[in-house]
């Protein structure tokens, strides 16, 4: 059993940064394709970025292409998202999520193994 737990989310203005951490426990992180998925007030829950096991590929929604990295450290058992000129638009709640085998580039949310609970970014305009 793997346990997820997200942080950094906060209040931040429009342009500015935050970065998210996703830190893991009870399982072999590195094993594990790691992506990002947030849900907007109202909004269905939506793809982020991915990132494979040792970090060598990546996967970003057009959305935030340029703007948002994912990143991992595998010797940390911790994933990032570092995510610069926030919009409004961003505001929602991220999640982590983690999956051992997935047959299909970026993972669907369906198909992860694990989650965390979420943490909450807030984008003041």
């Known amino acids: 059993q793997v346990q997820l737990v997200e942080s950094g989310g906060r209040l931040v203005q429009d342009g500015g940064s935050l970065r998210l951490s996703c830190a893991a426990s009870?399982?072999?992180?590195?094993?594990?394709?790691m992506a990002w998925f947030r849900q907007a007030p109202g909004k269905e829950r939506e793809f982020v970025a991915a990132?494979?096991?040792?970090?060598?590929?990546?996967y970003y929604v057009d959305s935030v292409k340029g703007r948002f990295t994912i990143s991992r450290d595998n010797a940390k058992n911790t994933g990032y998202l570092q995510m610069n000129s926030l919009k409004p638009e961003d505001t929602a709640i991220y999640y982590c999520?983690?999956?051992?085998?997935?047959?299909?580039?970026?993972?669907?949310?369906?198909?992860?193994?694990?989650w965390g609970k979420g943490t909450l970014v807030t984008i003041s305009s």
């Open positions: 009870g399982g072999t992180f590195s094993s594990f394709y």
């Open positions: 990132i494979t096991s040792r970090g060598g590929r990546t």
């Open positions: 999520a983690v999956v051992r085998n997935s047959s299909r580039w970026p993972p669907t949310s369906m198909a992860m193994d694990y």
